[in-house]
Protein backbone atom coordinates (compact mmCIF):
# COMPACT_ATOMS: atom_id res chain seq x y z
CA UNK A 1 0.00 0.00 0.00
CA UNK A 2 1.27 3.96 -0.81
CA UNK A 3 0.26 6.03 2.06
CA UNK A 4 2.18 8.30 1.08
CA UNK A 5 4.96 8.31 3.25
CA UNK A 6 8.67 9.37 2.93
CA UNK A 7 9.72 6.42 5.64
CA UNK A 8 7.95 3.80 6.22
CA UNK A 9 7.61 -0.25 6.22
CA UNK A 10 7.86 -1.86 3.33
CA UNK A 11 3.91 -3.07 2.98
CA UNK A 12 4.41 1.16 3.05
CA UNK A 13 2.38 1.33 7.00
CA UNK A 14 3.75 3.58 8.68
CA UNK A 15 7.11 2.69 11.14
CA UNK A 16 6.77 3.00 15.20
CA UNK A 17 8.71 5.56 16.53
CA UNK A 18 10.85 3.12 18.34
CA UNK A 19 11.90 1.21 15.39
CA UNK A 20 12.60 4.62 13.67
CA UNK A 21 14.80 5.73 16.18
CA UNK A 22 16.88 2.75 16.66
CA UNK A 23 17.21 1.81 13.14
CA UNK A 24 18.16 5.72 12.82
CA UNK A 25 20.92 4.57 15.40
CA UNK A 26 21.88 1.71 13.21
CA UNK A 27 22.76 3.81 10.83
CA UNK A 28 24.41 6.28 12.54
CA UNK A 29 26.72 4.07 14.45
CA UNK A 30 27.86 1.93 11.46
CA UNK A 31 28.81 5.27 9.83
CA UNK A 32 31.74 4.87 12.82
CA UNK A 33 32.12 8.85 13.37
CA UNK A 34 34.13 9.12 16.60
CA UNK A 35 32.52 13.04 16.19
CA UNK A 36 28.98 11.89 16.55
CA UNK A 37 27.38 10.61 19.60
CA UNK A 38 24.20 8.66 18.42
CA UNK A 39 23.43 8.67 22.45
CA UNK A 40 21.73 11.83 22.14
CA UNK A 41 20.60 11.71 18.58
CA UNK A 42 16.80 10.46 17.62
CA UNK A 43 15.16 10.68 13.98
CA UNK A 44 13.24 14.07 14.75
CA UNK A 45 16.27 15.80 15.38
CA UNK A 46 16.12 16.21 11.77
CA UNK A 47 13.42 18.01 11.91
CA UNK A 48 15.12 20.16 14.86
CA UNK A 49 18.25 21.01 12.52
CA UNK A 50 15.65 21.90 9.96
CA UNK A 51 13.36 24.12 11.71
CA UNK A 52 16.85 25.67 13.18
CA UNK A 53 18.04 26.77 9.66
CA UNK A 54 15.17 27.46 8.44
CA UNK A 55 15.17 30.24 11.20
CA UNK A 56 18.76 31.70 10.25
CA UNK A 57 18.07 31.58 6.75
CA UNK A 58 14.79 34.12 7.05
CA UNK A 59 16.41 35.79 9.01
CA UNK A 60 13.96 34.50 12.36
CA UNK A 61 11.03 34.79 9.51
CA UNK A 62 9.05 32.89 12.07
CA UNK A 63 5.24 32.60 9.70
CA UNK A 64 7.67 30.94 7.22
CA UNK A 65 9.22 28.56 9.30
CA UNK A 66 5.78 27.69 11.01
CA UNK A 67 4.04 27.56 7.63
CA UNK A 68 7.21 25.49 6.21
CA UNK A 69 6.82 23.17 9.58
CA UNK A 70 3.21 22.53 9.87
CA UNK A 71 2.62 24.42 13.08
CA UNK A 72 -1.01 26.12 13.66
CA UNK A 73 1.02 28.66 15.46
CA UNK A 74 4.65 30.34 15.69
CA UNK A 75 4.26 29.96 19.50
CA UNK A 76 5.95 26.10 19.30
CA UNK A 77 8.84 27.87 16.74
CA UNK A 78 9.51 30.24 19.08
CA UNK A 79 9.08 27.97 22.93
CA UNK A 80 11.20 25.17 21.08
CA UNK A 81 13.68 26.09 18.63
CA UNK A 82 14.31 30.19 18.94
CA UNK A 83 17.19 29.53 21.06
CA UNK A 84 18.95 28.78 17.63
CA UNK A 85 19.06 32.46 17.33
CA UNK A 86 21.04 33.40 20.04
CA UNK A 87 23.79 33.76 18.22
CA UNK A 88 22.41 36.13 16.27
CA UNK A 89 20.81 38.49 18.78
CA UNK A 90 24.76 38.64 20.18
CA UNK A 91 25.10 39.87 17.31
CA UNK A 92 22.40 42.80 16.50
CA UNK A 93 23.33 43.76 20.00
CA UNK A 94 26.78 44.29 19.04
CA UNK A 95 26.07 45.98 15.74
CA UNK A 96 23.52 47.70 18.45
CA UNK A 97 26.54 49.01 20.37
CA UNK A 98 28.68 49.81 17.80
CA UNK A 99 26.39 51.49 15.30
CA UNK A 100 24.44 53.41 17.54
CA UNK A 101 25.77 54.05 20.79
CA UNK A 102 29.55 54.32 19.46
CA UNK A 103 28.79 56.79 16.83
CA UNK A 104 27.43 59.00 19.29
CA UNK A 105 24.12 58.73 17.30
CA UNK A 106 25.37 60.08 13.76
CA UNK A 107 23.49 57.58 12.31
CA UNK A 108 20.05 57.39 11.92
CA UNK A 109 19.49 53.75 13.55
CA UNK A 110 15.66 53.92 12.04
CA UNK A 111 17.21 54.01 8.42
CA UNK A 112 20.31 51.57 8.90
CA UNK A 113 23.09 51.38 6.36
CA UNK A 114 22.23 48.92 3.41
CA UNK A 115 23.32 45.43 3.58
CA UNK A 116 25.93 44.72 0.81
CA UNK A 117 24.86 42.00 -1.06
CA UNK A 118 27.08 39.56 -0.48
CA UNK A 119 25.94 39.71 3.23
CA UNK A 120 22.14 39.30 2.09
CA UNK A 121 20.50 36.11 3.24
CA UNK A 122 19.99 33.62 0.54
CA UNK A 123 15.82 33.30 -0.81
CA UNK A 124 14.41 30.65 1.81
CA UNK A 125 14.67 27.41 -0.15
CA UNK A 126 12.09 25.17 -0.30
CA UNK A 127 11.76 21.76 1.84
CA UNK A 128 11.50 18.69 -0.98
CA UNK A 129 11.28 15.75 1.55
CA UNK A 130 12.21 13.29 -0.86
CA UNK A 131 15.61 15.14 -2.38
CA UNK A 132 16.58 15.84 1.32
CA UNK A 133 15.82 12.20 2.78
CA UNK A 134 18.31 10.88 -0.92
CA UNK A 135 20.94 13.42 -1.07
CA UNK A 136 21.30 12.65 2.77
CA UNK A 137 21.58 8.77 1.74
CA UNK A 138 23.42 9.05 -0.65
CA UNK A 139 26.22 11.78 0.82
CA UNK A 140 27.57 9.93 4.62
CA UNK A 141 29.62 13.56 5.43
CA UNK A 142 26.55 15.87 4.86
CA UNK A 143 24.75 13.58 7.14
CA UNK A 144 27.80 13.53 9.83
CA UNK A 145 27.27 17.45 9.48
CA UNK A 146 23.93 17.74 9.76
CA UNK A 147 24.45 15.51 13.22
CA UNK A 148 26.66 16.90 14.17
CA UNK A 149 24.76 20.20 14.29
CA UNK A 150 22.01 18.91 15.39
CA UNK A 151 23.84 17.51 18.82
CA UNK A 152 25.18 21.19 18.94
CA UNK A 153 21.77 22.97 18.79
CA UNK A 154 20.68 20.02 21.85
CA UNK A 155 23.60 20.92 23.75
Known amino acids: MDYGLVICQ ?3 RPIMTEHLNKRFKDILTAMNDP ?3 VSDIVFHS ?3 TSAGVKLRLSNGDLKAVQGDGGWSTPDMVT ?3 AHI ?3 DRRSIASQME ?3 YHNAGNID ?3 PKPVPEENKAPATPTLDANALASLL ?3 PELLAQVLKSVQLANS
Request: charged share 40%; hydrophobic share 25%.
Open 46 to 48: IRH
Open 109 to 111: PIE
Open 10 to 12: ANG
Open 79 to 81: KRY
Open 137 to 139: TSN
Open 35 to 37: EID
Open 98 to 100: ERF
Open 85 to 87: LDE
